[in-house]
């Protein structure tokens, strides 16, 4: 009787040391998980975008869906060609002379945001200049800044090295890019209906790799 009441207690003891141990790690993952996601709540975020057929604007609108922020569109004092080609060909020009459209758009509280998410289409296999006046005219000094490009098909170009050159002093994390309309071929905004869906997956998978969105 004895032996047999030792071997209950043991068990019971097994049994009790099991279930402290699981109550444990549930409390601690569930620790790290809160503190984790306070810190992302903390984080202020903007999300910049410059987009002329609504390509890269559906983007940003589906990462504010994800992340919150605020939403910021860059748009140029001068009114930007309508025409297809002749805006390639302004473009081209501002790029060749590394002319710096002034912008219409300001944001005089930058220094508030921790976390600033900056998209814009591939142009001339590199970025619009109104968005290099962007990156130039404002302190990215200790801010994380996430780049994501939008294009016709032929990829981001220069387009993410000169995020990462012109934001100074800025942490840059990995981009994201996807293709959207071909204008040239009279494919405006792409984004939308079930692409729009099957973007909204991609981003959900790129975002949780950079670790900007909980898994």
Request: no cysteine; charged share 25%.
């Amino acid at each position: 009787m004895v032996k047999k009441n030792f071997f209950s207690v043991i068990l019971l003891l097994l049994g009790i040391l099991t279930i402290s141990f699981v109550l444990f790690s549930i409390m601690r993952n569930n620790s790290t998980n809160e503190k984790e996601g306070s810190t992302m709540e903390k984080s202020k975020t903007l999300i910049v975008y410059y987009s002329r057929t609504g390509n890269t604007k559906a983007v940003a609108e589906l990462i504010e869906e994800k992340v919150g922020g605020q939403l910021v569109q860059l748009e140029t004092k001068e009114v930007r060609p309508s025409n297809y080609q002749e805006e390639v060909a302004q473009n081209q020009q501002e790029q060749e002379s590394q002319v710096e459209p002034e912008l219409k758009t300001s944001i005089p509280d930058l220094e508030e945001y921790d976390r600033i998410f900056i998209g814009a289409p591939t142009w001339s296999m590199a970025l619009p200049q109104a968005v290099v006046t962007f990156l130039n005219n404002n302190d990215f000094n200790g801010k994380t800044v996430i780049p994501f490009n939008t294009n016709g098909g032929y990829g981001v170009g220069t387009s993410f090295d000169q995020i990462k050159t012109d934001a100074k002093g800025a942490t840059v994390l990995e981009g994201f890019s996807v293709q959207g309309g071909e204008e040239n071929n009279g494919v405006l905004l792409a984004i939308k209906d079930r692409k729009k869906v099957t973007v909204s997956r991609e981003l959900d998978t790129w975002l949780k790799k950079i670790g900007q969105l909980e898994n």
